[in-house]
Every structure is written in structure tokens, then in C-alpha cells.
């Protein structure tokens, strides 16, 4: 009877595994507990018994082991009675490594005895008997010795790999020689055949090479049958067939593959990893009914949305569970794991092409340098501080208002990026002292300056908190920059500052003229301009998502509303790469591809919802909100927007504006800011940026404002305001 329950434990938790051997089916309740005693010293879990489906005990089979059962169990005070450890070890895993020797010098003299064998035409006869038996001890010592160099009697065999092959090789391929050595030495070379060196090479690299991968081959085909349903594969390619590799290593995903989808006619019929590709999409309601398939795993992570769309539409027919790989350029490293996999989202739907990144110009750029973010804790400003952490930076340092969000992303880096130095700062844009501070002890070479407000109705209601934010907080920012010198500055701006409607869109566009004129021989500064992104914390996604959950309606401001949409990695991707590009005064233009309209994401998201628009959830449409356009613009085609050597970044001249310019700009509009003037606030704002045409809803705040000046007059190059308050009509 060869049947045991091993515990396998690791600190605190231990791992249950059923592995049973026999012919004949055994069945015992007495008989399991004492073979669980025998080589746990513990009995087996009550529950073993009704979990398997036998009354008595365990039902154990035969032909060859399989795993039928691997849980965590917690230690309990009846496990460790006598007060040990509860770190816990079977007689087998105690003397592991010793087996492990013993039986692979088993096999080292067996490789040796079937070299004589094979040169003999397994006829050996005196004397070559005798020399065989005299050489042994010599061979055996020497692979000993080699083998244990290369460390090849420890490690799990269940991950070897072709690092593991390469050692035994190496292994073999210097014992060899140092045996033919050996053997002449002590016993010369008479009746010692000289081609045994060569067979014995041979078949050491396919005995211990080989039952390290039969190990691999059992531990995998044995997961197989405890994966809890089956599961398609749709995309035989390259991350297909990486999660096809991990699954059978990973004993944790409970994925069976049973089988690929692709569309592509050469591949059909092909196996990747063992598992071959069933038929192409058009098939997937009939291999899923024939299959018994319960998952589908989509692992197409450079497909556009529309084929993605098209894919999750068929799965939602068969009534399946879907889910999928991120976009590639959504991983941060490019390679794709089991970790990655996920639930559809809307941003799969909205998929591009991935966005082609000059990685070595990026990193020979910041690799090395001090790299300032500003607003750090935001969803730019964070996603900026994992994509700059990944190429290597000297200094990474962050600065955020909100200790809350600097505290996640400060956790994400210290997680992620363990070998990384940087500094998470509390501060705001607004306190000209600590930010001077910062920039004097750190000496950033780049700034990437994300802090701003961009919540549109919100601050057409705030105008003069969005004024002193996104003005004068990118004022000190920049002119802070040129001041210690630094060598790159990169202003965040929105496509809202193109021929802006409201509070918002001016204040960025002023904050791009700002540091056109604050340009210096030392310090380049340049802006990148693009649109919405989903997931960020004022996009409509989470207030849909959060609609979708209380099933309430969903609302949406217009029909024809449209938006342009990018995710927050993608954008992110390409202000790096524009911030490569720039040499001062420029406004990079994002590409975001075509508009969207709003009600088709919502109806997207409902459907991902398990959901029907309409029949579950219902569009409400509300209107416009203050200072909102039906239509942003980017300005990709009008004159003066010229290319670049990324195809999705366009460039536009932004002008001149001279130094004295900005700094009466921004006198006039802290005078009128801190006499609560929305009027002449509105009216200045209109005459440094022409373009901008106010919102009904700012109108009348400004008509309602309490202040109005009285005389102006200019002295010594400065603007001298006097206020007098409204007379009550």
C-alpha cells in the first residue's frame, strides 16, 4: 500500500496534498488516518473523508499519482500539542535532500554501467566487468563533486527549466573529462574502453536531465485535474501562450486550458504548449458546447476595441465567463502574466493601436536624473511616478497637497519599485516657501507639473480658486524652475484650452502662455495638450460605475455630447515621450484618435455589467453643465500644428510672449482675484486670451459681483486698483 497525505508547511500556513498510488482502489478509514500518521504525525482533517464522497475514509486509485486535493489549513493548538514549532516536515521532506543524492548517484551508476553496456552490445564479459566495477567509485565521485558545484542536488524539480538543462549540461560536460582523467590516474587505461567517456556523457545529460522534466511534466498534467473548469484561450500567439506556461505552473489559477481560438488560418489546427488551437471565433458557440467550457481567457492584448467587442459579444451569447489581458501598453514591464488577468473594462472597448515608445530615448533622457512631480497623488501625477520609476531615475521625488493620495502612491512605489530612491512630500503649489525649499534640497532636473484643478462645473463656481491654482500655482512652479536652473519643465495642459468655454480651459491655456514667456537659455519648458482619460478621478466612469452598482439610472449630460478618450497609460506614455522631444516653447498635441460619444460608453459599461441599457438600466439625459461643449478640439489640422517623429504627437508653435508681459498678467489678475471681481477677472482673462467665450453661468456670477473698480491706474510699471462695492439697485 504506497498512499500518503504529506503537509507540506511554510511558515504559517500549511498545504494538504492527497497524492495516492495503487492498482486496485483502497478504501479505509482507519487505513488513511494511519497512513496520514505515518508520515505527518498528525491525523488527517475530519472533513477528508465527506469530501472525497466515502464514508469510511479515503478512496485511493491507481496508475499513476495524481494530486486530488491541495488546500491551506490553519494551524490549530490540536496540531501542536507538545508545544513545538509549528513549522511542519514529513520523514520525506526532513531527509530530502539526502534522497536526492542517493538517488542521483543511483543514476549516475547506472548512465555508467549502460555505457559499457552500449559499447559491448550488451554482451560485457571479463575483463571489462572488472574495470567496470573498479572505475565506479571514481566516476561516481567526480559527478558528485561537479554536480554539487553546480547546485544541482537542490531546488524543486516541479520548476525546472531550460536554465536547469543548461547547468547538467555544463555539469556533464565537465565531468567527462575529468573522469577519462580520473580513471587513468588511479587504475590506467588498460581494458577501460575510451568511447564509455562519451556514451556515459550522453546518457548523464538524458537521465538527470530527463527525470527532472518527467517531474515537471507529472506536477503539470496532475494541476490539470484540479483546475475547477474548462477554460478557452482566445489569441495563440506570444501572451497566449505565456498564460498557457504559467497556468500549468501555477498551481493557485484553477484554469484548465482546453483549448486556442484564433482567427488566423495557419495556426489552425497547431499546438502551443501542448494545447491546440480548436477553430477560429466564428466556432466559439460550438467548441464551447463540445469543450463544456465555463471560462474564456482573452489574451490579445495589442487587439483593438472593436475586435475586442466583437469577441465579448459572442461570449455574452454563449453565456460564458469572460475575462481578459490588459493592453500591452497598460503593463508597465510589456510582459504578460496570470497576475494581469481581469475583468473586461470599457477602456479594452476603446483600444487603439499600442502606442510605439522610444524607450531608449526616454531612458537615456531621465535614467539617472532627479525627476520632480507635482500633484504626484492624482491620476496623471501617479501614473507618471510609476512609468519614470520604471527607467531608472537618480531621484524620484513627489509633491502633493492631499496626504491621502501621496500615501497610496507612496505605498505603490515601495511596493513595486523596492531599489527605487524617492522622497514623498506634502506641499502645495501655492506655498512659494516650500516649494523652494523642495527644489533647493532635491535640484530636480526635470519637472513634470500635473497639479491643477480640472473639475469643469466645479469650477466655473470656484473661479477664482481655479484662477489661483492653475495661474499662479504654475507661475511659482515655473518660475521656481528657472530659478534653480532646472533643465526640462513640463506643464500638463488640457484640450479644454483650445478655444475654451470655460473657467477651466482659460486657466490652462494662461498657464501655457505663462511659461512660453518665461523661457530661458537653461530651462526648457514646454506643454502637452490632450483630452479626457478614462479612470481618472473626475471622468464619468467611476460616477457610471457607481450608478450601474446601485442600479440607478445612468446619467448623461447629451446624446450628442462626444469626448476624446485616452487611458491614463497611454497619455501618460506620450507626454513622456514629447517631454524627449521638446527644446523650449512648444505645445505638444496628443492624437486621441476619434471622438466618443458619452452615451455610448455608458451603454458599453451597463452591457459589461451583465446588464441591457434601458431594459435594466435606464439613460437619463440632464443637460449640459455649466461651461461644458458638446465638441472638444485638439487642433490637429489647422495651420501651424506640424508633425513629429511620433505619429500620435503633433507639435504647435506657441508664439512669444515676453517675460514683462507675464509678469503684468499676472499682477492684474491677483488684484482682481483678491477683490472678488468676477467681472474684471472675466474681462482680463478675456483680453489675454481672445478666443475664450464665456459660460451663461459665469456671466451671471459675474453680474452678481459684489465689486467694482472704481479708478485704475499704472505706477511704476504696476497696476493700482481701487474697489468701491456695488450700490444696491
Sequence with gaps: MRASLRRLATRDRVYQTLVHIGKEPIQGGRTGKRIAQLFTGWPPPAEFPSRLGHPDGLTLTRIFPVVVQTRPVELTQNHVSDGRSATVQTPLLKYRHPIIVLSQLFLFALTYYFS?????????????????????????SVKLLVFSYFRLFRGWWRYVGMSDLLDIIKAAAISAPLVYLGVYLAHGMLFFPRSVCVIDLTLTICAIGGIRFAVRAYTESARVHLADANTLIIGAGSAGSAIIRELRGNGKVKYDPVGFIDDDPTKQGMKLQGVKVLGTSEHLPR????????????????????????????????????????????????????????????????????VQMDLGRIREKLQGKVVLITGAGGSIGSELARQVANVEP??????DQSESDLHKIDIDLAENFPRLDYAALVGDILDRDR??????????HFVFHAAAYKHVP?????????????????????????????????????????NPSNIMGVTKRVSELLILGLQHQRTHFVSVRFGNVLGSKGSVLPLFEEQIARRRPVTVTHPEARRYFMTIPEAVQLVLQAATMGKGGEIFVLDMGEPIKIVDVAHDLIRLSGLEPERDIPIVYTGLRPGEKLFEELKLDEEGIK???HEKIRVLEGGRVSSRQVEIWIKELEARTNAKDVNGLI???????????????????????????????????????????????
Design 643 to 645: 508633425p513629429t517623429a
Design 116 to 140: 559499457f553496456l552500449l559499447r559491448f552490445d550488451f554482451n560485457l564479459h571479463e575483463p571489462f566487468t572488472h574495470s567496470f566495477l573498479k572505475t565506479l567509485p571514481v566516476v561516481v
Design 394 to 399: 537618480g531621484e524620484l521625488v513627489l509633491f
Design 287 to 354: 467548441i464551447i458546447k463540445e469543450n463544456d467550457v465555463a471560462h474564456i481567457l482573452i489574451a490579445m492584448p495589442s487587439a483593438a476595441g472593436k475586435q475586442i467587442q466583437r469577441i465579448i459579444d459572442k461570449c455574452r451569447a454563449c453565456k460564458v465567463d469572460f475575462k481578459t489581458l490588459p493592453a500591452y501598453g497598460d503593463i508597465i514591464n510589456g510582459s504578460v502574466s496570470v497576475g494581469h488577468i481581469r475583468n473586461v473594462r470599457v477602456e479594452d472597448l476603446l483600444r487603439r493601436a499600442p
Design 458 to 498: 466645479m469650477m466655473e463656481k470656484n473661479c477664482f480658486q481655479a484662477v489661483t491654482n492653475n495661474i499662479f500655482g504654475t507661475y511659482h512652479a515655473a518660475h521656481l524652475a528657472r530659478e534653480f536652473e532646472v533643465q526640462d519643465f513640463v506643464l500638463i495642459s488640457s484640450d479644454k484650452a483650445v
Design 683 to 729: 474681462r482680463k482673462l478675456r483680453e489675454i486670451v481672445p478666443e475664450y467665450s464665456p459660460s451663461q453661468e459665469i456671466l451671471a456670477l459675474a453680474q452678481e459681483s459684489v465689486y467694482e473698480p472704481l479708478t485704475m491706474s499704472m505706477s511704476a510699471g504696476s497696476p493700482s486698483v481701487k474697489w468701491t462695492r456695488k450700490q444696491s439697485s
Design 435 to 444: 516649494l523652494s525649499d523642495v527644489m533647493a534640497q532635491h535640484r530636480p
